[in-house]
């Protein structure tokens, strides 16, 4: 089975009445209470993280967006293993939650290929990049028990003196023969590991994918001013066909008036919600290491603008290990519900909120941050919907819009809540370095990851 990581998300609309705030408090007694009676993801092998949220009710133009549960995974391997896992390993949590949707009536008795179905059926595609990707749950694990295995050899022989006078190719052969003393219990340490044929093919993909669009864009770029150089020749004499040349134009013209549309478009920027709002979010944001927001905005006016945005984040998800690069990620995601109306942004990342959102504003990602958020109820606005202007010159404009666009993420799971994406990469390369081929230098910097 390939290490592919995944976002699988699912909205829902919750039935009218009570239940809105019945299933708010159903999730936060979940998020704090763990084992048999509530969630218990960790034994779901394929589950990374999890966050479970109520959307309020929000408008779209006059246009009520009815209060959603968001259900949001980050899982390891084929979609279809992970839902099965997942519901083989929390069937009677999720069926307590899918009980409060609209057009779920499978009862508490309801088969696992019914669940399966509603599941799917209520799922879209989103903009999702793991920063981690190609590390299971189990390698995860297993290469944190390395490392502090290999740290606690360290400590303990520093303190006698055994490493004194040693080349750093001495130590590391030491530190071998210590983790080949342990047996069995780090046997699947002593080779490196390799990704498969699955796992390379979808580097390869990514990276044909991403250069096939820039080839894309710059052919559509072409065919679309072709007709207008063309016109301009035909108008000072060259040989061509004048009415063909203008007709080509029309295209042009049309998607011009369109774009120019939306990027003219003014909006009003979000203004500071209540400090007892602020403060609200972040007491939901005190772990020490990963912490995980959502927020969720209706879309801004324009009749293309819901299409041309839901089809721009589809693109941008078949490379976004490319083009989503935020360091303090762990994971994240961008997508529409409510028929391409409601913008719903999820993320788990390192630090609070107001010190990672302000790590958009930074370089180059400010660019296509701007893009992702400025079709957003609230958010500043952006001229040619990403250049400049937008989060770039008005950043307080752009965290006030996230503050009131954030919700409090009632159930949050985290598999490793202390181990940033930056640890388990690097706790990969110390298990992929402990018995490569090194020179003394490499050697040197392996020992520095340690």
């Not at 083989?88 to 290929?113: E, H, S």
């Not at 930056?422 to 910097?445: H, P, Q, S, V």
């Amino acid at each position: 089975m390939h290490r592919i990581h995944g976002g699988f998300t699912a909205a829902f609309p919750i039935k009218e009445g009570p239940e809105v705030k019945s299933l708010s408090n159903m999730l936060k007694f979940l998020h704090n209470n763990n084992g048999p009676g509530a969630a218990n993801f960790e034994l779901s092998q394929t589950t990374l993280f999890v966050s479970g949220v109520v959307l309020p009710e929000q408008y779209y133009k006059t246009e009520k967006l009815p209060p959603t549960f968001v259900l949001a995974t980050t899982y390891c391997g084929p979609l279809k293993t992970h839902l099965r896992d997942l519901i083989a390993t929390n069937k009677n949590i999720l069926l307590k939650l899918l009980m409060f949707c609209k057009n779920f009536n499978g009862g508490y008795d309801a088969p696992d290929d019914e669940i399966y179905a509603f599941l799917k059926k209520h799922s879209y595609h989103s903009n999702f990049n793991s920063r981690c990707n190609f590390i299971s749950k189990q390698d995860t694990q297993n290469e944190k028990a390395l490392k502090n295995e290999i740290e606690d050899y360290i400590d303990s022989a520093q303190t006698q003196g055994a490493f004194k006078g040693l080349s750093a190719m001495q130590i590391r052969k030491l530190i071998q023969r210590h983790i080949m003393a342990c047996g069995d219990k780090y046997a699947w340490a002593l080779k490196p590991c390799k990704k498969n044929w699955r796992e390379w093919l979808e580097i390869v993909r990514v990276y044909i994918t991403y250069q096939l669009l820039k080839i894309t864009g710059l052919a559509l770029v072409g065919a679309l001013v072709a007709p207008l150089v063309l016109t301009i020749a035909a108008l000072f004499g060259y040989k061509y066909n004048l009415t063909l040349c203008l007709s080509g134009c029309i295209p042009l013209v049309f998607i011009g008036i369109v774009l120019g549309n939306l990027m003219t478009l003014k909006t009003k920027t979000a203004t500071r919600p209540p400090d007892s709002r602020i403060k609200e979010l972040a007491a939901t944001q005190l772990n020490p290491v990963l912490n995980e927001m959502t927020a969720a905005a209706p879309l801004k006016r324009g009749f293309l603008r819901p299409h041309l945005y839901a089809f721009i984040l589809r693109v941008l998800g078949l490379v976004s290990s490319i083009t989503s690069k935020i360091p303090t990620v762990s994971n994240i995601r961008w997508l529409v519900i409510d028929n391409k109306k409601r913008l719903v942004f999820l993320s788990c990342f390192s630090n609070t909120t107001d010190f990672y959102v302000r790590d958009f504003i930074v370089g180059d990602t400010a660019k296509g941050v701007n893009f992702m958020f400025t079709h957003g109820q609230g958010f500043p606005d952006a001229k040619w919907m990403f250049k400049t202007k937008g989060i770039i010159s008005d950043p307080e404009g752009y965290m006030h819009a996230v503050h009131t666009g954030q919700h409090v993420t009632e159930l949050w799971y985290a598999h490793e809540k202390l181990l940033t994406a930056d640890i388990i990469n690097k706790n990969r390369k110390i298990r992929n370095g402990l018995f490569k081929w090194m020179t003394e230098e490499d050697a040197r910097e392996w020992l520095k990851l340690l």
